[in-house]
């Protein structure tokens, strides 16, 4: 039973065909053959112009998250904010593109605010369900994948430290939403420097923008990605640092071991 919960989607997988695929189709794609024509450049066989470049970069997540769940009868939760992600990018983009071919003026905002609408969007419901039975840091970090939790409470229960335990808890949650909500804040900004000096009335409007998008979405890994994961190694070491004090125990009987 275990082993099946475990059978989840590879990572590469994700990052290959969420990430990785549409950058390069956004970046190769987008570019008009008329416009080129016209502007007397080379057109390449590659060139379907942005709309089709857009369309192709949507669907090929949309139609691995609709797989996954045809084939496991279950959503992926990562899968599942992808798509999310993926169909916001899409509908935002339908309103932001002008049947002339410009782009409304705000565009570069607006995109920051989608960006940032996700991760936001976890960090308060991470702060509010800790108040549930079902807090969210045991989904995302504080689970029995990692910890051996009954161990744990049960060397709490003995020692009865549970208000100290309720407390570490709260602050690795606190922590741990602290991240998304840095995640949310850098994705305003990193929409915003690339979007600084764009002109949304250009003849090649459409083209930019998808570029835009593409550097937006790679960028975003090494950009935003890194210091979240950062900030999550440290929330991690204060919650073990955390369980050590108040259990006794050691690293080895706190984790489980790989």
């Avoid at 764009?198 to 935003?224: M, R």
């Amino acid at each position: 039973m275990a082993d099946s919960k475990r059978k989840d989607e590879h990572p590469l997988a994700n990052i290959l065909i969420n990430v990785l695929v549409p950058v390069m189709i956004l970046s190769l794609f987008s570019k008009d053959p008329e416009l080129q024509e016209k502007l007397g450049k080379a057109v390449r066989f590659w060139y379907l112009g942005p709309l089709k470049a857009i369309v192709i970069a949507l669907v090929l997540p949309i139609g691995y998250g609709l797989w996954y769940f045809v084939k496991n009868r279950k959503p992926n939760f990562f899968s599942g904010l992808g798509l999310l992600s993926v169909l916001l990018t899409g509908g935002l983009t339908l309103y932001l593109w002008n049947k002339d071919g410009s782009v409304k003026d705000q565009a570069g905002l607006l995109f920051g605010v989608k960006e940032a609408l996700i991760p936001l969007v976890l960090g308060v419901g991470i702060l509010f369900s800790q108040r549930t039975a079902t807090p969210l840091i045991r989904v995302f970090l504080y689970n029995d994948s990692i910890f051996d939790i009954p161990r744990i409470e049960a060397r709490v229960a003995e020692l009865e430290v549970h208000s100290g335990y309720a407390q570490l808890l709260t602050a690795a949650t606190r922590l741990f939403a602290a991240s998304f909500f840095l995640s949310a804040m850098m994705n305003v900004v990193l929409a915003r420097w690339f979007f600084r000096g764009f002109e949304p009335h250009a003849v090649d409007a459409l083209e930019v923008y998808n570029s835009i998008i593409a550097k937006i979405t790679g960028w975003g890994f090494a950009v935003i990605g890194l210091p979240i994961l950062v900030f999550l190694f440290f929330t991690l070491m204060r919650l073990l640092a955390g369980l050590r004090r108040i259990t006794g125990l050691t690293d080895t009987e706190i984790m489980h071991q790989r």
